[in-house]
Nanobody, 115 residues
Framework: QVQLVETGGGLVQAGGSLRLSCAATGSMFSIDAMGWYSQATGKQREVVALITSGGDTNYGDSVQGRFTISGDNAKKTVYLQMDSLKPEDTAVYYC?????????WGQGTQVTVSS
């Protein structure tokens, strides 16, 4: 059973930066892919950024060029550097991991960007 422990998030002014971290515990195997999804109030959950164990990355259109995902395979940890934040980035951010075809989610961390 994989558990995802998220840290980071909080309140920041528009134009500011935040860094999210997520560590996967409970598995002795390498994680196939990790990343972040966001869900704003009243909206569907959508992909923010993903990274595979091989280092391939994928970003949602709205964060391209502003957010950077990176990972540490040995620590089974993924990071999301969020720069040039906008009020529309306000959402709960969920850590995600895929392993052997199974999907795991963190508990979510709130990111609020004030204008």
């Amino acid at each position: 059973q994989v558990q995802l422990v998220e840290t980071g998030g909080g309140l920041v002014q528009a134009g500011g930066s935040l860094r999210l971290s997520c560590a996967a515990t409970g598995s002795m195997f390498s994680i196939d892919a990790m990343g972040w999804y966001s869900q704003a109030t009243g909206k569907q959950r959508e992909v923010v950024a993903l990274i595979t164990s091989g280092g391939d990355t994928n970003y949602g259109d709205s964060v391209q060029g502003r957010f950077t995902i990176s990972g540490d395979n040995a620590k089974k940890t993924v990071y999301l550097q969020m720069d040039s934040l906008k009020p529309e980035d306000t959402a709960v951010y969920y850590c995600y991991a895929a392993l052997f075809g199974l999907h795991y989610w963190g508990q979510g961390t709130q990111v609020t960007v004030s204008s």
